[in-house]
Each structure stands twice: as C-alpha cells, then as structure tokens.
T-cell receptor, first 112, second 114 residues
Framework: GESVGLHLPTLSVQEGDNSIINCAYS??????FIWYKQESGKGPQFIID?????DKRQGQRVTVLLNKTVKHLSLQIAATQPGDSAVYFC???????????FGGGTRLMVKP | NAGVTQTPKFQVLKTGQSMTLQCAQD?????MYWYRQDPGMGLRLIYY???????DKGEVPNGYNVSRLNKREFSLRLESAAPSQTSVYFC?????????????FGAGTRLSVL
C-alpha cells in the first residue's frame, strides 16, 4: 500500500507490551476528541472517543486519557499485537461544531 | 452494510483534466465530508455537507467543488487537475449535523496528476 506518512514519529514495541501514543492538541476550547487507526492502503478506522467532561475512557484493550490542563491526549493499547501495527491519528473538534482537526499521526510498529 | 463506498479506487489524470470522485453511504447519515491526505500530514478537510442540501468549505477548498446529490451521495469534482492535487482522498460520514460524533471513512481514492 501507499505510505501515509514518510516522516511520521514512530513507536516500536514488543508484542505483548503496552503501547502509549501521545497527542498534543491546540485548542483549549475543543470538547470532543477521537482516535483513529489507519492500516496501509485503508481508510481510518474508529478506535475510541472522549468528551471533555471526562478524563478517561476505556474500550476493549484501549484506554484514552485526556488532560485538559496541558492539552494532552493519549491512547494506551494493552498487550499490543502485530495486528495493531498501523498509523494512529488523534482528532479534536474545534468547538465550531462542524470540523474535526486531525494531528499528523504516529506509526506504531509491533515486533514479534 | 457496505458503510462508505468510494469510487474509483485509483485514478491517473493529466494536468488540466477533470474528474469526479464519488462517495455513497448506506448508514442514513446526515453529514458527509471530503478529506485529502498527503505524506507526512494528517487528514485535511476539503468540503463538508452538514445535511442534505447544504455544503460548506473546509480547510483546503481551492480547486475543488462538491455536490450533495441526495442524502446518500456526496461527490467531489476537480475541474482542472493540477499536480498539487495528487493525494489520497477520503470521504466520511457521521450521523449528526456536527462533528462531535464518530466519522466513518471510506477506503479512499488514490489520485495521481501528471
């Protein structure tokens, strides 16, 4: 598939370890955040979202943490698997209501 | 359900040619979006349609036009393609009229302009 980012930050982890992917957002007024996973040659796939009235939300093997004080979002993946290898994007709603603003992405590589 | 379907999957154009990228969703969603994705960058919004009958510019609308044909379909047109429009184009849809809900994406159209 095509490369979705030639110079993306890369996180390399061992299979079975936990992964933490970080994202700094820009707008203190943003009140909705979402994480997507994108595999090579495919469209972004929803992982988990969180609203600003929460600081933590858990899904299946994934947890999103929101720190509004420092405008920081993180995605934690437990027991990382080879199938988790992908590019991960965070996005924020800029409170104008109609647009999501996407970050540049982080490439996760899982070593067997 | 197919979700969000984009056609074509690949396209090569010469500078100055025109083409229309098609997008259809079968989830009865109100809002639809067109993004482009370039190497080393995240997704950038070109145009969106908050509801049937409305369209608005996003971050990078120049060189593009859109049509919300009906609730299901949202097309993106390049009237005179330029090499700077070489990119991967994604269509997305969401249930509500604002972007505070999950957007579901198609598989993308990979466009090269020579």
């Amino acid at each position: 598939g095509e490369s979705v980012g030639l110079h993306l930050p890369t996180l390399s982890v061992q299979e079975g370890d936990n992964s933490i992917i970080n994202c700094a957002y820009s707008n203190s007024a943003s009140d909705y955040f979402i994480w997507y996973k994108q595999e090579s040659g495919k469209g972004p796939q929803f992982i988990i979202d969180i609203r600003s009235n929460m600081d933590k939300r858990q899904g299946q093997r994934v947890t999103v943490l929101l720190n509004k004080t420092v405008k920081h979002l993180s995605l934690q993946i437990a027991a990382t698997q080879p199938g988790d290898s992908a590019v991960y994007f965070c996005a924020e709603n800029n409170n104008a209501g109609n647009m999501l603003t996407f970050g540049g992405g982080t490439r996760l590589m899982v070593k067997p | 359900n197919a979700g969000v379907t984009q056609t074509p999957k690949f396209q090569v154009l010469k500078t100055g040619q025109s083409m229309t990228l098609q997008c259809a969703q079968d989830m009865n969603h109100n809002s639809m979006y067109w993004y482009r994705q370039d190497p080393g960058m995240g997704l950038r919004l070109i145009y969106y349609s908050a509801s049937e009958g409305t369209t608005d510019k996003g971050e990078v609308p120049n060189g593009y036009n859109v049509s919300r044909l009906n609730k299901r379909e949202f097309s993106l047109r390049l009237e005179s393609a330029a090499p700077s429009q070489t990119s991967v184009y994604f269509c997305a849809s969401t249930v509500a009229g604002i972007a505070k809900n999950i957007q579901y994406f198609g598989a993308g159209t990979r466009l090269s302009v020579l």
